[in-house]
């Protein structure tokens, strides 16, 4: 999938630091996915080393796109867009 970073200062957060589905952003916890990934899905990135809980969701986020996120604007540039593989574990229904 395609992976990029955000902030809470990109304009799309308005620097309120709350996500789609509520919860406030995390570093190395949140991540943005498309609608078809529900919210609470586990995204697990080996090159990463890290899982993520989707609980955003975003203008430019569609198909395999997906957007995590960083506390340092500079750090998700750096980070930029990368194609990596990723786990998807949904959410135990019930």
């Known amino acids: 999938m395609i992976v990029t970073a955000y902030t809470k200062n990109d304009k799309t957060m308005n620097g309120c630091g709350i996500t789609a589905s509520g919860a406030p952003v995390e570093e ?30 975003g203008g430019a986020i569609r198909g395999d796109h997906l957007d995590l996120y960083m506390n340092s604007r500079a750090r998700a540039i750096k980070f930029g867009r990368r194609r990596l593989k990723v786990e998807i574990r949904l959410p135990k229904e019930g």
């Open 28 to 57: 190395g916890v949140t991540i943005a996915a498309p609608p078809q990934i529900p919210f609470g899905t586990r995204i697990f990135i080996p090159a990463l080393g890290r899982t993520y809980t989707v609980t955003d969701r």
